[in-house]
């Protein structure tokens, strides 16, 4: 069954670091560029990164850039989103979705997305 699964959300408190991880199964992750977005309450989805097939990192928000790092593990089916420096306005659900080969900047070229994965920054 082709599916991505994000993990690794929780509750952390400000300044405090979290990884996300992003499984990937049913299907070849090293064919695919992966992204990271995420969705805060009553805003709009935002791409955070996309790392591509070989491992070029294709880029950050503004937002998270010299917090967040991307990577990917193609052996072991897995991208991770590793978080520092958190803030309560990072407090959103957490999305990985494929695309293939390529990064891109446009949400809507990406494709079955996780069901997401919770983070809260909160003291």
């Known amino acids: 069954q082709l599916q991505l699964v994000e993990s690794g959300g929780g509750l952390v408190q400000p300044g405090g670091s979290l990884r996300l991880s992003c499984a990937a199964s049913?299907?070849?992750?090293?064919?695919?560029?992966i992204g990271w977005f995420r969705q805060a309450p009553g805003k709009e989805r935002e791409g955070l990164s996309c790392?591509?097939?070989?491992?070029?990192?294709?880029y950050y928000a503004d937002s998270v850039k010299g917090r967040f790092t991307i990577s990917r593990d193609n052996a072991k089916k897995m991208v991770y989103l590793q978080m520092n420096s958190l803030t309560p306005e990072d407090t959103a659900v957490y999305y990985c979705?494929?695309?293939?080969?390529?990064?891109?900047?446009?949400?809507?070229?990406?494709?079955?997305w996780g069901q997401g994965t919770q983070v809260t920054v909160s003291s």
């Open positions: 979705a494929r695309r293939r080969r390529f990064c891109s900047r446009f949400r809507s070229e990406y494709g079955n």
């Open positions: 049913g299907f070849s992750l090293d064919e695919y560029a």
């Open positions: 790392i591509g097939v070989s491992g070029t990192i294709s």
